[in-house]
């Protein structure tokens, strides 16, 4: 099991950007992937964006592509989560996860087998 500990997020505008951190501990084994879900108030968890520890395989729910970009530091074990032109709709509790089933096309394909605590992102004027 790993420990993922999440960093950013807060008050941010519409059209704004933001910038979230995670930081995991442990072994991660080649076939994983970190990832991002989010929870909105009143709605279900949904994944919103992995990266494979290969840096190979890359992908975004439709929410946010093209307007967020996912990145890892190696070497820090760090991945980061960069979102630009925010909606109100981005509102929510942003966890960290690692997804034992690598990082494929269809968020849900993903597969979560640890989370972060999670850090909130409000998006209002």
């Known amino acids: 099991q790993f420990q993922l500990v999440e960093s950013g997020g807060g008050l941010a505008e519409p059209g704004g950007s933001l910038s979230l951190s995670c930081v995991v501990s442990?072994?991660?084994?080649?076939?994983?992937?970190i990832g991002w879900f989010r929870q909105a108030p009143g709605k279900e968890r949904e994944g919103v964006s992995c990266?494979?520890?290969?840096?190979?395989?890359?992908n975004y729910a439709e929410a946010v592509k093209g307007r967020s970009t996912i990145s890892m530091d190696k070497a820090k074990k760090t991945w980061y989560l960069e979102m630009n032109s925010l909606k109100p709709g981005d509102t929510g509790v942003y966890y960290c996860?690692?997804?034992?089933?690598?990082?494929?096309?269809?968020?849900?394909?993903?597969?979560?087998?640890?989370w972060g605590q999670g850090t909130q992102v409000f998006v209002s004027a």
């Open positions: 996860v690692s997804l034992k089933a690598g990082c494929p096309r269809r968020t849900s394909r993903w597969e979560p087998d640890a």
């Open positions: 990266l494979t520890l290969s840096g190979g395989s890359r």
């Open positions: 442990g072994t991660i084994p080649d076939w994983y992937a």
